[in-house]
């Protein structure tokens, strides 16, 4: 319901903010930018566990890959799980993988290699379509796009690279470096004692 919501307001959005004078630029192909908030969601992992965006109270790496099991998609699924820890630790943050196939793909997977992050079975498109996830190779194939959000779900990155699976894990690490830096630092002296 609230993705159909928010994939309305994205249309209405951009045709009135992004319309370009002289290029034909489909709604499909404006993607979620930076400063903006990511539309929710709720999609079930390869445990049966249902994940919704907007309960993960931390930084959040969403990636958007083509297919499970795929070359590609097995390097930057293996290089994500290499991290995993150190984002969970380091950056306090965590990670979830969505693409269009469904949660026995999903469970085949992860159970291959081991994956102790969630990927999570969008069956329909309808998140990928509701984030306007850029199309690869001309409109061919879907795209390989990671957003980084903040604890609050606004977006603060947007990585898009098809080929370079494995770049992905860098960018969006980076991303979270960043945010760890600009995170504000308690202006109450007393904050920190309420925050344990
Ligand atoms: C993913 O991480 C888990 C836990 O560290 C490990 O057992 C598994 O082998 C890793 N998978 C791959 C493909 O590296
Ligand atoms: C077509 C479109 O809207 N592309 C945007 C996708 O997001 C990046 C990063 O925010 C922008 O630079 C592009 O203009």
Not at 61 to 69: A, E, H, I, L, T
Not at 122 to 132: G, I, K, S
Request: charged share 20%.
């Amino acid at each position: 319901m609230y993705i159909k919501t928010a994939l309305f307001s994205l249309f209405a959005a951009s045709a009135t903010a992004f319309a370009p004078a002289n290029s034909q630029v489909k709604s499909t192909q404006l993607n979620l930018s930076v400063g903006e908030t990511a539309p929710d969601f709720s999609l079930t992992d390869q445990n049966g566990k249902v994940v919704t965006r907007s309960s993960i109270k931390k930084p959040l790496v969403v990636y958007f890959y083509p297919s499970d099991s795929t070359p590609g998609c097995t390097v930057q699924a293996t290089e994500f799980n290499e991290s995993i820890n150190d984002i969970r630790k380091t950056y306090g943050a965590e990670v979830v993988g969505i693409s269009g196939q469904g949660v026995e793909s999903k469970q085949a997977f992860a159970k291959e290699l081991g994956l102790t992050f969630s990927i999570l079975a969008d069956e329909n498109d309808e998140v990928r379509n509701a984030f306007a996830v850029k199309k690869a190779a001309f409109g061919f194939l879907p795209g390989r796009v990671t957003y980084v959000l903040d604890k609050t779900g606004t977006c603060v990155s947007v990585y898009d690279n098809l080929v370079d699976a494995k770049s992905h894990v860098e960018q969006a690490t980076v991303a979270l470096a960043e945010l760890k830096e600009s995170a504000p630092a308690p202006s109450n002296p007393f904050a920190s004692f309420f925050s344990k």
